[in-house]
T-cell receptor
Framework: DAGVIQSPRHEVTEMGQEVTLRCKPISGHNSLFWYRQTMMRGLELLIYFNNNVPIDDSGMPEDRFSAKMPNASFSTLKIQPSEPRDSAVYFC?????????????FGSGTQLSVL | AQSVAQPEDQVNVAEGNPLTVKCTYS??????LFWYVQYPNRGLQFLLK??????LVKGSYGFEAEFNKSQTSFHLKKPSALVSDSALYFC??????????FGTGTRLTVIP
């Protein structure tokens, strides 16, 4: 298996533009997580899905952020409009089951820079 | 509130010496505890986990961690450090929900 695949690896955009980050989880995994990593705040959970259904989006910072999982093999995280403070590395992760003791498999992340 | 603390931002150790990366947790109920490692420009990789049973857990690359309930700690250890162990290490915990709380990370540098 190729692991969790994220695209793009790097995104540079201007303030106010829409940004869409993409994630393909490992086949057979039914939990998907979006994390944001910054120097100041470390790793923050933004949202997670079980069986394509959003379970907890309390970590989504504002209405400018939205996430979807239309099927088991694809998820998007959208920021509209983007702001410089959104600059961070965004990670997608998936796991085998809905139980909490399963390890997460992380993608390589998307480095987002908003100018 | 549930949280994980890694009190050291940076740990330096000489190659061949034992290393310890500290972690304490605050989780209601029985904790599930994890260690992950992050190499530059990569996502986090699972190292080991404690769910129940033996307090000493062995993981990948020769790492191990000891669960101490009375001290609410889960320190990561390795008997002999390698230069290739240099990376960012994250402790994480949850209490049965699907939300993992991560610590702020500890940067380990192994000096040749």
């Amino acid at each position: 298996d190729a692991g969790v695949i994220q695209s793009p690896r790097h995104e540079v955009t201007e303030m106010g533009q829409e940004v869409t980050l993409r994630c393909k989880p490992i086949s057979g995994h039914n939990s998907l997580f979006w994390y944001r990593q910054t120097m100041m705040r470390g790793l923050e959970l933004l949202i997670y899905f079980n069986n394509n259904v959003p379970i907890d989006d309390s970590g989504m910072p504002e209405d400018r952020f939205s996430a979807k999982m239309p099927n088991a093999s694809f998820s998007t995280l959208k920021i509209q409009p983007s702001e410089p403070r959104d600059s961070a590395v965004y990670f997608c992760a998936s796991s085998l089951a809905t139980v909490a003791n399963e390890k997460l498999f992380f993608g390589s992340g998307t480095q987002l820079s908003v100018l | 509130a549930q949280s994980v603390a890694q009190p050291e931002d940076q740990v330096n150790v000489a190659e061949g010496n034992p290393l310890t990366v500290k972690c304490t947790y605050s989780v209601s109920g029985n904790p599930y505890l994890f260690w992950y490692v992050q190499y530059p420009n990569r996502g986090l990789q699972f190292l080991l986990k404690y769910i129940t049973g033996d307090n000493l857990v062995k993981g990948s690359y020769g790492f191990e961690a000891e669960f101490n309930k009375s001290q609410t700690s889960f320190h990561l250890k390795k008997p002999s450090a390698l230069v290739s162990d240099s990376a960012l290490y994250f402790c994480a915990a949850n209490a049965g929900a699907n939300n993992l709380f991560f610590g702020t990370g500890t940067r380990l540098t192994v000096i040749p």
